[in-house]
């Protein structure tokens, strides 16, 4: 511990990390005498993520327990999403025991952690592609629009909601396609123009830090000087698995910078909206990173997913908290996992969400508390996670309403049905008893039958 004190450029708080050492890529037989500048460039941490079984079993092959890698070919095989995970996130796993590693849970799929899907789960639960109104554009919410703008990212999160849309095609799934260019800007533009009540720009993917430098610019200030934009917000999960893009590529990061500047200037705040679910994702680099960002006056707000065996622990969450707030990273929401497919055992009940932001409310300043949110099935929006109408934990069914989306519309979460009794499970698995069930329980929300 006292040599990760010497090499952190930041001070903490609360418990040191586990993963902190200055060459985590060490670790990785192949990776033995790589040099840090190496390991520092955003370049070749693409250029080296692994994307391939074959790819990982030449870099941890000698690390990982017998079984393991049987295991994540049977995982690829049923997966949604492609697999693909940077070296700096590779290097801080701890190979001794995969199983159970936030890191490796979050990112490769074994086939041991299987579970049935949830019979009201769907690819695109959050229905975006009823809510776009151009390719890439979603307008759910009336003064703000989601945009975005190409459909990769440095990795890929086995719990994407947008896994419709984002990565490499997988047997499972043929992606409908998201990407644009300057066509689709001005087409972005012109939909702004004509609805001067849209004041927030988030501007999303895939990931913003594979988009240029020259695409940041361009996006971040045609949109910064159109009158009527108060808010710009870059998504990018960089600051969890490529945080040298902050160190080495330069005129990304000048991009940023400036975009931010020309903002201030104009009464528009721009800000980056990263994406770190568990304090072993945050290196040396990310503490590196995270000070760069500040120094530069660079708002970061962080949006963490909560994950059953990665984050759902009240012990775990208050940490991730504290350190977030430490680098200013500030935790803006926690959200439920969507109920996507075939990553039913990374999702948690409504209930442990509530438990576990009861447990660390308090702990940290209230401007540093995160909102827990569900992202409700139906398309009505994110949702404060205790405003539901009605919650019959028995059945694992919680019911919202969402006015400014639609009044009249009830919204969804379902508790992963791992969470029932036999006897409930056996509910939701008759479709006729499931939807008398679904309309007693709406019916007990103050929202049943209406045809
Ligand atoms: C999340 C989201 C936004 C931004 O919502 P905030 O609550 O302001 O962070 C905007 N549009 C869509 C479609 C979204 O999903
Ligand atoms: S970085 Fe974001 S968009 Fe890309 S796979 Fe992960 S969650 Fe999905």
Redesign the pocket.
């Known amino acids: 511990m006292l040599e990760h004190a010497a090499v952190s450029p930041w001070p903490l708080s609360g418990q040191p990390l586990h993963q902190r050492d200055a060459a985590p890529w060490r670790r990785i037989p192949a990776w033995a005498d790589l040099d840090e500048a190496t390991f520092r460039d955003a370049g070749w941490q693409l250029r080296s993520s692994v994307r391939s079984l074959d790819g990982l079993a030449a870099l941890v092959g000698a690390l990982a327990p017998d079984g393991f890698l049987e295991d994540v070919r049977a995982g690829l095989a049923a997966a949604p999403m492609a697999m693909r995970i940077t070296p700096h996130l590779l290097a801080s796993v701890v190979w001794s025991n995969p199983w159970r590693d936030p890191i490796r849970r979050q990112f490769i799929p074994v086939g041991s952690e299987l579970e049935a899907d949830h019979p009201m789960g769907s690819l695109d639960s959050?229905e975006?592609e009823r809510?776009a109104v151009l390719p890439g554009l979603?307008?759910?919410?009336p003064d703000?629009?989601?945009y975005l703008t190409l459909d990769v990212c440095p990795v890929y999160c086995r719990f994407c909601t947008r896994s419709y849309a984002v990565g490499a095609d997988t047997q499972e799934v043929e992606k409908a396609s998201l990407a644009g260019g300057r066509g689709r800007l001005d087409q972005v533009l012109a939909y702004l123009r004509a609805h001067p009540q849209v004041v927030?720009v988030?501007v999303s993917g895939g990931d913003t830090s594979m988009l240029p430098a020259s695409g940041i610019r361009e996006i971040g200030e045609a949109l910064v000087r159109l009158p009527q934009i108060r808010r710009v917000?870059f998504a990018s999960k960089l600051m969890s698995v490529l945080p040298q893009k902050v160190l080495s590529d330069q005129a990304w990061l000048d991009a940023l910078t400036e975009v931010t500047r020309l903002g201030r200037e104009r009464g528009c705040e721009v800000a980056l909206?990263t994406h770190i679910n568990h304090p072993a994702e945050i290196t040396v680099h990310t503490l590196e990173a995270a000070k760069v960002l500040w120094q530069r006056g660079i708002t970061v707000r962080n949006?963490s997913v909560l994950q059953r065996g990665v984050n759902d622990t009240p012990e775990v969450m208050s940490h991730l908290l504290r350190e977030l707030a430490s680098l200013h990273l500030r935790p803006?929401?926690v959200y439920t996992h969507d109920v996507v497919a075939g990553v039913e055992v990374l999702r948690t009940s409504l209930r442990t969400a509530l438990e576990v932001e009861k447990a660390v409310r308090g702990s940290i300043a209230g401007f540093d508390m995160p909102v827990f949110?569900c992202?409700v099935v139906g398309g009505g929006?994110?949702r404060d996670a205790h405003s539901f109408e009605h919650y019959d934990e028995r059945m694992g069914v919680a019911v919202f309403r969402s006015p400014v989306v639609d009044p009249e519309r009830p919204f969804f979460y379902f508790d992963p049905l791992s969470s029932l009794s036999p006897e409930a499970r056996s509910i939701w698995s008759d479709p006729e008893r499931r939807g008398a069930m679904l309309q007693r329980i709406l019916e007990r929300a103050g929202m049943g039958v209406r045809q």
């Open positions: 959050l975006e809510d979603v307008h759910r919410y703000k629009v989601l927030d988030v917000r909206h949006q803006y929401y949110v992202d929006g994110k």
